[in-house]
Every structure is written in structure tokens, then in C-alpha cells.
């Protein structure tokens, strides 16, 4: 281990979660337990359904809806159905507002808010059912948002902002947490079966529920498995901005890795700007990694007090690398060491995770609880990239447990506090792909200075709590915090105030301050600390947010989210040092617009997100390349990789007892700051390796314009039983495949357009 010490915080999280287990006579601080038993849930009315408290995906202490402190986006399963999404990726593009979905040439597409997004999903936690599912040694969010089938899902709670105090670290921009069906929400057998033509897919799914005799539980399984061919280079046209050679040509892109002897040739086809690429070896759109059958097991049994479940998925994606990356192999130019291989794919990346929970609460007294849990997880991933059989491999084996008290000594007082470990054993060499016939290299395999990284093991410990006081009818405060010692950082610290005023029975206003911490990469904390640079430095996001949220009618719903100050000290990749560290400050502010009109048969959502740079200082001035804002290079004040506006519209209508018909319609209006990100680097005298790079032809702007996403579906309720769906994605594209592009995450103006396409699904309850 890298430090050895003697912390006071890992005493007291041990001495704490001892106390928490073995306190029966904690009981005597509680008041006399009420005799009058909580009505059912499904006895309710709508209007005693809002006044429920729940514990919330953004709270530790139960609360009702309109007290949550956190802007948060619910995505029911009648709206999964009705969107037909693929992908976790399409469904949250669909709902939540001012969140952008990017591709990438190098890793797994990424997903962002409010103007924070990486080249790798580190900066958001994704969830099931509570327990934390992103892996910490590479890329961070990974597993699930790719996978077709969604049937196992209830519902999904996206925290808009930033969530440390509640999750720990790595919840800088948002948290999403899936909620999965269980014995309580779902009895019976259901059958779902779905397919796609254009964007070709197929999928089936079976879950089936049922309660045990005594009404104490029961137990939920499903199984979901599927194949996804994607889409043809020739319906999801790939656009490069610039002139391909008719003949071999030099290129000026050299990683420096010492593989390459010479410059890479562009491939010789004569293609010409912004026309579709159609070289033999491109992939289809969306492709499976390895030809793969993407895959999901679940199930759930709860008894009493007693929850446990057990999850596996696999997934993985094929893209297209970037266009340095590209010239050599697909075209056979390649004349040299690696590049005489036969490209085995384009690039992708493959994973499979392993899950299994245990939780238990224990009752203490009416007001007063425990919730136990023990979780353990695998992670198996590999990325193949740049004709090299494996780029990444590793595992990781987690394990982790929980104690959280949970304590009302009144009306007006509500606390929550617990511990919280975690130990990890990690490891470059992946033991999961038996079928692999070499081993993975260093980090990046073969880059200079790096050397293999044999299995090490980490932990961190943690501390959390919450104060929620309710000062009087129009006034609650929330207060709490988290505390996280991991072996390669210092203590950090994620603290939460939040402020709620009701001056009307309609109105509420939600001031919130709070402080998100990251902690760096496993793999990049484990080279430091081996190369003797000591701790690693986390990354904090400091945010002020106001929000106003009205209930104008009980038909419309209103609410408004202003970030006023977002100040992240981020972590990203650096092309100066071949690594993940802190590059520089972010500044930015925005506003969030909402509004939902619903009736029993009509359902209109909009919003509009707007996300402004404030300013962006580099950590080191000499800095060249760090594609988050080219405004410490003098061009521009935008974020690169954002779209400023972002739109989005959702309708269902229910023509009758039969039919439903569902829309959506996505608007990012424009990437001003790629455009000026790219127009720095043309400049060859300010690039950091002195490269002129012939990736743009002058006058090029068609990767910088908006994008546009038109969804609409038909459902068809057969009987009471089969349902019947229809669904066209990318409409827009069958009148200009250029409405559909989906840009790329720090690239030099190049797209690829999502493909119109249909799809189809049937489902059976017995």
C-alpha cells in the first residue's frame, strides 16, 4: 500500500458501524411507537400519494417530493414504453433537460449537464437500486446505459447537480439512479419481444413477479437478451471535414509512441469533405462489441425486512477511431510493426459486471432505524483500439458495506448518519476473456514510461449525515455532509445546505449550496503514487442553485433552475502528459426551463436548457491542448465540447382505450465552441507538438451547426393483456441526414449521422 497510517476517521467508521449493529438499547431515546398502522399505499389519494415522505435518491432523511433539495427528473416505465428508447443513452437524451449525449473516437459515447462532460463518463454516478455501479479503475459510468433491454426498470431518478454528500465521490454533475422492478410493483409473467429495422436490432425479455403467501415479500426475476447489428455506413453516414488524396499521402499525425516510423497515410479514395465515408472496414452504427449478444440478468427476493438481489450485464460498443487513428489500417497503407495486422475492429469496448446486495433494516422503534448493507461487484472490461488486440483490460472486485441510522426525534427534527467501506482489488490483467489469446500492456500499452501495472487493492472510508429541520410550515433546512479517506488521496469533504421556502400552498423556492469531490482514476493515482508523486489531487465542483417549482393548476407544472455559480477544478485527459489530472478551473452558470401540462389523457413536457462559460484558467500555462475551452488560447468563450442551447420536447396522447401516441423532439442548436476550438487548432504554431493538421478544409461549418432528434411511436393495446408498438427514430434525417449528426467529443468538426430507422415490439402479460 502507498501510505501506511493510523486515521482517526477509520477507527471511529469501525467503532460507529459496531455501535449501529449492536444497539438494541438505542431504542430508549426513541418516543413511544404510534399504534395506529400507516395506511396502504395503494389505499391512497393522489393528493395524500404527494404528501408521502420517502427517502429520495437526493436525500438521507425521508421527506416529500416538493422538499427534495435537488432539481430531479423521474422517468417512469409508462414513459419508457412509450419512447421506445434503445438505449439508456436515447431515454435520457429524450427526458431530462439540459443533458447531451456526445460519440467519441477513443472510449464509450459520453453522456453530460450543465456544460460538464469528459472524454470519459467520470463525472456522474450511475446507480441500481442505490448501490454505485460505475468502475473506478478507467472510465467511470460504463456499464448499462448501452443495453436495448430496459424492461426490468420501474422508474429512474436523475439528480440534476451535483451529489457527493449523499454518494461520495464522483457525483460532480449528476446522479442516476435506476429503480428496478421488484415483488412489490410487478406480479405476474410478462413477455416483451423487439426488433428494428435500418438501426437493426432484436431483443427479448421475460420477468415474472409474485408475492409469498404471508404478504411479508416475494421475489422478482428477469432476463433480457439481445442483438445489435447497427446501422450501415450508408444510413449512418460517417463526415470527415476534409479532402481525402486520390493518391497515398503524407499525414501529420504521429502519437510519438515510437510504433510508427513515418507518418500514417490518409487513405487514398479521393473521398471529398463532407461526403459519407465508405472505406471497407467501417463499422455499422452502434454495432455490438465482438458481434456480442448484449445481456441482463436480474433477480430479487425480499422477505420481512430482508432485501437481496443479484445483477449481471454485458455490453460493449464498436466506433470509429479517430481520423489519425484511421488513416493507417483500414485502407492497408500500414507498412510497419503493428500496423501489418488485419484490423480486428474498428475500435470498441466490451464489459461484464456482476452484482450481489444485501440489505436489511432494523426496527428499532417507530421513529428510529438502521439500514444494513454488504454489496459486491466484478468489473471486467476491454477496449481494443488501433488494430491492437488489447488496448485496456483489467478487473475490478469490490466490496462494500453500509450503515445508515435513521432517527425522528420529533415533528420538526429528522437525522440520518452512518459509515460507509469500501476495498477494491484491481488489476490491469483481466482474468474474465478466456478467449483472449494476449495479454493487456501498461495503462496505455506501450506508452512511453509506463510499465505494467500488476493487481493492487485499495480503500476508502467514509463518514455521511444529514440534518433535516423543519423551522415551520413555509420553512425546511437541510444540512449534511460526507467524509472520504481513500489510500492514494487526502480527506475530502462534500458539504450540503440547502434552503426550502413555501409562502403559498403552490409556490416553492430552493436555494442549495454544495461542494462535489472526484477523486482521480485508480490506475492514474496508482502510476503516480508508484512514480513517488504522492497523494493525487481530487477535482471540486463548488455550486450555488435557485430553484422555483409551481404547481399552477393541477393540470400544469412549472419550474425554473438557475446555477448561479458552477466552479469546477477538473480532471481531464491532457495530450501535453499523456494522463488524467487536474488541467484547470471551470467557471459557468445557467438556467433551466420546464413546464408539464398533464390530463388523464394528455401528457406535454418542454424545456430549455441554456449553459454559459464564465471562464476557464489553465492549472499550468504551458498547457497546449486541453480541449475544454479554447478561451485561454484566445478564440472564443464557449465550452468545445457543448451545445449552449439545448431543447427538448415530450408529448403523449391517448387517442383512446386503445391507442397511444407518443413524441419527442430533441434541438441542440449549435457548437460555437467547437468551432472555435478547432480554429485554434489549425493554427500550427499553437500546437503543443508542432503538427499542421489538414483536418478541416477552410470555410468548413457543417460539423458546428445543430442537431435535431424527432421521435414518434403508436401503442396498441390489443387486449388486456398484449400491447402492441410502433416506433420512428431520426425522422428528421429522411429529409437531410445532416438534422441527425451526432457530433464527436474533441474533434476536429466531425460527425456521424444516427440513422432514421423503426422499430417494433410486442409484449404479453400472463
Known amino acids: 500500500m502507498f501510505r501506511e497510517k493510523n486515521s482517526l476517521i477509520q477507527k471511529f467508521i469501525f467503532v460507529l458501524i459496531l455501535l449501529l449493529m449492536f444497539a438494541p438499547n438505542v431504542q430508549l431515546l426513541a418516543q413511544q411507537q404510534d399504534a395506529n398502522k400507516p395506511k396502504d399505499v395503494f389505499e391512497m389519494s393522489l393528493e395524500e400519494l404527494m404528501k408521502v415522505e420517502i427517502v429520495s435518491s437526493a436525500t438521507l432523511t425521508k421527506t416529500s417530493p416538493r422538499l427534495v433539495p435537488a432539481a430531479v427528473t423521474t422517468i417512469t416505465a409508462e414513459q419508457i414504453r412509450g419512447s421506445g428508447a434503445r438505449s439508456l443513452f ?34 456522474y454516478l450511475l446507480l441500481v437500486n442505490g448501490r454505485i455501479m460505475n468502475e473506478r479503475t478507467h472510465y467511470g459510468a460504463l456499464s448499462e446505459r448501452d443495453l436495448v433491454m ?55 425479455e421475460v420477468k415474472h413477479g409474485r408475492k409469498f403467501d404471508s404478504n411479508d415479500g416475494g421475489f422478482f426475476v428477469y432476463t433480457g437478451i439481445g442483438k445489435y447489428n447497427g446501422a450501415s455506413k450508408y444510413d449512418a453516414p460517417q463526415i470527415f471535414g476534409l479532402d481525402f488524396p486520390s493518391g497515398p499521402s503524407g499525414y501529420g499525425w504521429d502519437p510519438g509512441w515510437g510504433a510508427v516510423a513515418q507518418p500514417p497515410y490518409l487513405p487514398a479514395d479521393g473521398t471529398r469533405a463532407g461526403k459519407p465515408m465508405t472505406g ?64 480486428l475492429l474498428m475500435g470498441g469496448y466490451g464489459y461484464q459486471q456482476a452484482t450481489a446486495y444485501v440489505g436489511y433494516k432494523q426496527e428499532l422503534a417507530d421513529n428510529l432505524n438502521i439500514d444494513y448493507s454488504f454489496s459486491y461487484d466484478m468489473f471486467d472490461f476491454e477496449r481494443t483500439m488501433m488494430n491492437v488486440r488489447i488496448q485496456d483490460a483489467f478487473r475490478e472486485d ?90 492514494f488521496t487526502d480527506l475530502m469533504f462534500s458539504p450540503r445546505a440547502a434552503i426550502i421556502h413555501m409562502p403559498t400552498d403552490k409556490d416553492t423556492f430552493k436555494l ?63 495530450y501535453d502528459t499523456y494522463g488524467a489530472a487536474v488541467v484547470g478551473t471551470q467557471k459557468e452558470w445557467g438556467v433551466e426551463l420546464e413546464a408539464l401540462y398533464h390530463t388523464d389523457r394528455t401528457r406535454l413536457g418542454i424545456s430549455h436548457g441554456y449553459t454559459k462559460l464564465i471562464d476557464f484558467k489553465l492549472a499550468d500555462p504551458t498547457l497546449q491542448n486541453v480541449a475544454i475551452s479554447a478561451k485561454p488560447y484566445g478564440y472564443g468563450d464557449d465550452l468545445a465540447n457543448w451545445s449552449n442551447h439545448i ?69 396498441y393495446k390489443a387486449s388486456k393483456d398484449l400491447t402492441i408498438g410502433i416506433n420512428g427514430y431520426n425522422l428528421l434525417g429522411i429529409l437531410n441526414k445532416d438534422f441527425n449528426k451526432r457530433n464527436y467529443y474533441a474533434s476536429y468538426g466531425d460527425y456521424r449521422s444516427a440513422a432514421p430507422a423503426v422499430g417494433v415490439s410486442l409484449t404479453y402479460k400472463f
Open 150 to 204: 430496459l424492461g426490468d426498470i420501474h422508474h429512474i431518478d436523475v439528480v440534476r447537480g451535483p451529489g457527493s454528500a449523499m454518494y461520495g465521490p464522483g457525483a460532480i454533475s449528476m446522479v442516476i439512479n435506476i429503480i428496478t422492478y421488484n415483488a412489490e410493483t410487478f406480479q405476474g409473467t410478462e413477455v416483451t419481444s423487439r426488433l428494428g429495422a435500418v438501426e437493426e436490432f432484436y431483443a427479448g
Open 647 to 715: 431543447t427538448k420536447l415530450t408529448a403523449q396522447y391517448k387517442l383512446n382505450d386503445k391507442w397511444t401516441f407518443d413524441g419527442s423532439l430533441r434541438i441542440y442548436w449549435g457548437f460555437p465552441g467547437m468551432k472555435d476550438f478547432d480554429e485554434y487548432r489549425k493554427n500550427p504554431t499553437s500546437q503543443a507538438n508542432k503538427n499542421d493538421y489538414p483536418v478541416m478544409e477552410p470555410g468548413w461549418e457543417r460539423g458546428y451547426r445543430g442537431n435535431y432528434y424527432l421521435n414518434l411511436g403508436l401503442q
Open 90 to 123: 436515447e431515454l435520457l437524451d429524450i427526458y431530462v433537460p439540459n443533458l447531451q449525449w456526445m460519440r467519441n473516437h477513443w472510449e464509450a459515447d459520453n453522456m453530460g449537464l450543465r456544460g460538464i462532460i469528459n472524454d470519459r463518463d467520470d463525472k
Open 398 to 487: 469490490t466490496y462494500s458495506g453500509k450503515a445508515i441510522l435513521h432517527w425522528q426525534p420529533n415533528d420538526r427534527h429528522k437525522i440520518a448518519f452512518g459509515g460507509e467501506l469500501l476495498h477494491q482489488e484491481l488489476g490491469m490483467n483481466s482474468p474474465g476473456w478466456p478467449h483472449l489469446d494476449e495479454p493487456a500492456d501498461a495503462r496505455f500499452n506501450g506508452w512511453p514510461g509506463l510499465t505494467k501495472m500488476p493487481r493492487w487493492s485499495t480503500n476508502m472510508y467514509s463518514l455521511l449525515g444529514e440534518w433535516q429541520w423543519k423551522i415551520n410550515d413555509k420553512w425546511t433546512t437541510f444540512i449534511g455532509g460526507r467524509l472520504d479517506d481513500h489510500t
Open 280 to 343: 471497407p472496414s467501417l463499422n455499422r452504427d452502434g454495432e455490438s462489441w465482438r458481434d456480442q449478444p448484449p445481456m441482463k440478468l436480474y433477480a430479487e427476493i425480499t422477505k420481512g425486512n430482508w432485501d437481496l438481489w443479484g445483477r449481471y450485464t454485458s455490453g460493449g460498443q464498436q466506433f470509429i477511431p479517430d481520423i489519425g487513428v484511421l488513416a493507417p489500417f483500414p485502407y492497408g497503407w500500414g507498412n510497419v510493426g503493428w500496423l501489418k495486422q488485419p484490423p
Open 512 to 574: 442549495m449550496w454544495s461542494r462535489s469531490v472526484r477523486a482521480n482514476y485508480e490506475e492514474d493515482m496508482k502510476f503516480q503514487a508508484d512514480k513517488g508523486g504522492g497523494n493525487s489531487d481530487p477535482e471540486k465542483l463548488d455550486s450555488l442553485e435557485l430553484r422555483y417549482e409551481r404547481k399552477h393548476n393541477k393540470n400544469l407544472d412549472l419550474a425554473a433552475s438557475m446555477f448561479l455559480h458552477y466552479s469546477l477544478e477538473r480532471i481531464a485527459w491532457s
